[in-house]
């Protein structure tokens, strides 16, 4: 079986030797971005914390860069894994008018979101890797 | 308006002077547990860098023995206080029977659970929180 992480074929926003950042395509959360560990590894723990500590650095990293871009009501974190068993981290930026808000994004939808404001969202975006590149370049 | 976490009255797990962790009762998910931070502080990124350290390895703690204890399929984990802006980790074992595998928690219900699998995993807790207490305590 294939793990889909592992065969990552989209241009990451940013790829380092350990781990890489992408920016998600959801139509309802411009700004949704990972930070996926390269080799195929299924817990935070399977890592040694030196490692952990890396990872944690990205994601703090996408986080303040999300803050700083998108201005989020809430920043929303999350390391699941269980369809795709290759360490990942979500973080997306959540609005009070938003798809599932105040519920997680993988609740059932609360409204349809206004395209406008989706679309003020979006064009954010090229600022938002912009931020997070250049995050990720410093040490 | 009173934060829930804030007015927390339920007893810890373990607490800390910056943190604790509790229990969290849910019927469908023994072993659930989250790491909150005592001080109201909304994003990871709002802590100094070494209090985000510091939180995280409250995290892996709790993951770890979560593993140990729990034996899950899967951990999640995430961050996201939409409704609670109060810092906190949910830690959550997961299995191929559990009500919403393989997806999050907080999709619709997939199934009901096995109560004998259930009761199983509740009679664990005792050692988990034992598991749990012994980690917070190791430097």
């Known amino acids: 079986m294939t793990c889909e992480l592992c065969a990552l074929t989209a ?3 940013w790829r380092g030797a350990k781990l890489s950042v992408i920016a998600v395509d959801d ?3 411009p700004g949704f971005c990972r930070v996926v560990w390269n080799a195929h590894v299924k817990e935070m723990t399977d890592l040694a914390p030196a490692d952990r500590a890396l990872v944690m650095d990205a994601v ?3 986080e303040e860069a ?3 871009v998108m201005e989020p009501q809430k920043v929303n974190l999350a390391s699941l894994g269980n ?3 290759h360490l990942h981290w979500h ?3 959540r609005y009070a008018d938003d798809a599932q808000w105040p519920s997680p994004v993988w609740a059932p939808a609360a409204r349809e979101v206004n ?3 989706l679309e003020l969202r979006r064009a954010r975006l090229p ?12 040490a």
Chains 1, 2 share one sequence.
């Open 66 to 68: 999300v803050r700083e």
């Open 83 to 85: 369809m795709t068993p």
């Open 127 to 138: 600022r938002l890797a912009a931020a997070i590149r250049t995050r990720m370049e410093q």
């Open 60 to 62: 703090w990293k996408v």
């Open 27 to 29: 139509a309802n959360y």
């Open 115 to 117: 395209p406008a404001a």
């Open 91 to 93: 973080v997306i930026p």
């Open 11 to 13: 241009e990451p926003l």
